[in-house]
């Protein structure tokens, strides 16, 4: 079954350092998607993706975050300089035709900031 | 405003007991609805979700939900728990009249005892 697949599973950096967290999709997706997790707290939407341009994001979404997609499989979500609340657990997400009302999320990266 | 409520942050259950966990929703128009599963370390995995027609569907793993308009509600159930169970439940809902993301409820925690 197609799945979608995170890279690394944990990072560590230090704050002020740049990130870069990595999803592959579903291959016949089209609309991607990050959220976070920090930790004991609800997983809260961050970005979607469509069309190689940001649909929608939330209020947590701010300069300091972009995403890409650079090439036909990979989507990438950049955080330039990292801060200690930045911490928690990065879902990746993607779906198909059916739009945004399925979406198929990946097993995480776990993002500590020191 | 709108939200998503799991009232109970946590439940412990005997395994082969039977299972509810709750979920409220508080939007303008019925949303679509899905209860996921996390595993310690694991990503988000899909157990159901709820469109439109019959009000009690089947997922994986033996889980089933109601969807009860009259109460904004769409309970997670099962008949009897195995150990392997014991997760993070997560309900989450998608406005289906616009936008791209999903909200989530903050969690329940399940712990089955032998």
């Known amino acids: 079954e197609p799945e979608v697949t995170q890279t690394p599973s944990h990072q560590v950096t230090q704050m002020g350092q740049e990130v870069i967290l990595r999803c592959v999709p579903i291959s016949n997706h089209l609309y991607f998607y990050w959220y976070r997790q920090i930790l004991g707290q609800k997983v809260e939407f961050l970005v979607s993706f469509y069309n190689n341009e940001i649909s929608e994001k939330s209020e947590i979404f701010d300069d300091q975050f972009s995403v890409e997609r650079p090439d036909g499989s990979n989507f990438t979500l950049k955080i330039r300089s990292t801060k200690l609340e930045d911490s928690a657990m990065y879902f990746c997400a993607s779906s198909g035709q059916g739009g945004a009302y399925e979406q198929y999320f990946g097993p995480g990266t776990r993002l500590t900031v020191t | 405003a709108q939200s998503v409520t799991q009232p109970d942050i946590h439940i412990t259950v005997s395994e082969g007991a039977s299972l509810e966990l709750r979920c409220n929703y508080s939007y303008g128009a019925t949303p679509y609805l899905f209860w996921y599963v996390q595993s310690p370390g694991q990503g988000l995995q899909l157990l159901l979700k709820?469109?439109?027609?019959?009000?009690l569907v089947q997922g994986i793993k033996g889980f089933e939900a109601e969807f009860k308009r009259s109460q904004s509600s769409f309970n997670l159930r099962k008949p009897s728990v195995h150990w392997s169970d014991a997760a993070e439940y997560f309900c989450?809902?998608?406005?289906?009249?616009?936008?791209?993301?999903?909200?989530f409820g903050t969690g329940t925690s399940l712990t089955v005892i032998p």
């Open positions: 989450a809902v998608h406005p289906r009249i616009t936008g791209n993301q999903f909200y």
């Open positions: 709820y469109f439109s027609g019959d009000t």
